[in-house]
């Protein structure tokens, strides 16, 4: 027996006090996946974070239904480019992630929540998780989420490289594998920040001429107007034309 079946018959055994009795026989009238959703808030930019969700489904189509206790589920990622922000920011019990009880319900059962080195090489989220009461055999729920960090050390854009790894299982009342139909994965890139550009145009007429000095020049044709080279100035009484108003506060002129 390997690894991950260990923790998964453990939590198991701990939640249920079953041991394992007998190999359920395969029904062909239901469908099961392992789902990671696309990005649910934040962004995959370089120093930043972003969080997805990991979802499990089953449906069955015929009785009698067949249904799943437990889950081993190791979610892999390129760990040159993501880190994971750790739930409970305790270090002393490792990196691990939110659980949510929206798939198994409040009587889930964590075997293992932690980050660790996939079966077959590389770096995963691992989460051994079950319930007690009745298998489930119609519902479609969140198990989890991560909270990836995207590290600042990389040259953008880069894939962020995650997957379900093959040695993710479902087990059934007995601890025996329950097949997985179907996977979901989105492909998420780790990009650059981004930079907003624009102008400030001004709308509208100043009302508040508060700390503003009123200086009058003679007459001169609009056009020909620049502040870089004004007429000196006279008294307005002489002036027929528009006042410019200077403001010491800035540069904006009415």
Known sequence: MNRKHRSLVLALVIALGVMPQAVMAQAPNYYTSVIVSDITSGAAVVGSVFTTDV??????NASPAQGFMGADVWISFDDSVLDIDDADDNPAN??????????????VFVAANEVAPCPNGGMCVHLALSHSGAPITNRTGKIATITWAALDTVVPPVPAG???DPDTVLSDID???FPINSTSVPSITVVAPGIISGKVLRQGTRTDH???DVTAYTPVAASSVQPSRMPSATSISRCRWAVP?????GTMAI
């Open 94 to 107: 490792g990196k691990q992630v939110s659980i949510s009880t929206q798939f198994f319900g409040s009587s």
């Open 162 to 164: 995650l997957g379900v």
């Open 175 to 177: 601890g025996q594998e």
């Open 210 to 212: 508060a700390n503003c």
């Open 55 to 60: 979802s499990l489904s089953i449906v069955n």
């Open 245 to 249: 108003i200077w403001c010491r506060r």
